[in-house]
């Protein structure tokens, strides 16, 4: 069974930044898609930004213009580096792979917490 492996997170004044990393290994079918999802204490799982094949970018209004997602497809990694961070931001951010056949896996999720 694969398994996504998520790096980075943490504390950070809002305006600052933060780099998230996700390394995904032991996928026996194909990864058509990488990205990251979020989820806010009370609120429902949302999605951040997502890269498929063929470099297809989808990203979440309330962070275009401030983080941008990038996708290595030979080393199957996924980075999202976040700028001008604000407090409601503030969740806990879950890297997301889409295996063929196969469907969705989520890694364990990271805290990203942005103060005031």
């Known amino acids: 069974q694969g398994q996504l492996v998520e790096s980075g997170g943490g504390l950070v004044q809002a305006g600052g930044s933060l780099r998230l990393s996700c390394a995904a290994s032991?996928?026996?079918?194909?990864?058509?898609?990488m990205g990251w999802y979020r989820q806010a204490p009370g609120k429902e799982r949302e999605l951040v930004a997502v890269?498929?094949?063929?470099?297809?970018?989808r990203t979440a209004d309330s962070v275009k213009g401030r983080f941008t997602i990038s996708r290595d497809n030979a080393a199957n990694t996924v980075t999202l580096i976040m700028n001008s961070l604000k407090p409601e931001d503030t969740a806990v951010y879950y890297c997301?792979?889409?295996?063929?056949?196969?469907?969705?896996?989520w890694g364990q999720g990271t805290q990203v917490t942005v103060s005031s």
């Open positions: 997301y792979a889409n295996e063929v056949i196969r469907g969705a896996s």
């Open positions: 032991g996928f026996r079918f194909g990864i058509n898609a």
């Open positions: 890269v498929a094949d063929a470099g297809i970018k």
